[in-house]
Nanobody, 121 residues
Framework: QVQLVESGGGLVQVGDSLRLSCTTS????????MGWFRQAPGKDREFVAT????????YYSDSVKGRFTISRDFIKNRVYLQMNSLKPEDTAVYYC??????????????WGQGTQVTVSS
């Protein structure tokens, strides 16, 4: 059974940092695009960041560029999202995703269950 399990969410203050982790199991995602989407209440799922199959290329939405960093550990089968300088508008459920093709549309093959991030002002 393929699983993507997120962890690391929580309640933080404006300007704080959080690191989300996504642990994969059930198959190898080496060579697959891995990424993060988020969904705030009443809004559509929003692209946050992706990392290439080799880990050499990263892409970010304009809203998080310069504040968030995506990385992956092929040995531990994990993907991370380091979030700095958090803002109230970053409040959302964050989902780990995996797909062979990637992109900024939420058409990824695999999704985690999500982890809540709340930024309080």
């Amino acid at each position: 059974q393929v699983q993507l399990v997120e962890s690391g969410g929580g309640l933080v203050q404006v300007g704080d940092s959080l690191r989300l982790s996504c642990t994969t199991s059930g198959r190898s995602f080496s060579g697959w695009i891995m990424g993060w989407f988020r969904q705030a209440p009443g809004k559509d799922r929003e692209f946050v960041a992706t990392i290439s199959g080799s880990g050499g290329r990263t892409y970010y939405s304009d809203s998080v560029k310069g504040r968030f960093t995506i990385s992956r550990d092929f040995i531990k089968n994990r993907v991370y999202l380091q979030m700095n300088s958090l803002k109230p508008e970053d409040t959302a459920v964050y989902y780990c995703v995996a797909d062979r093709a990637g992109g900024s549309s939420p058409n990824y093959e695999y999704w985690g269950q999500g982890t809540q991030v709340t930024v309080s002002s």
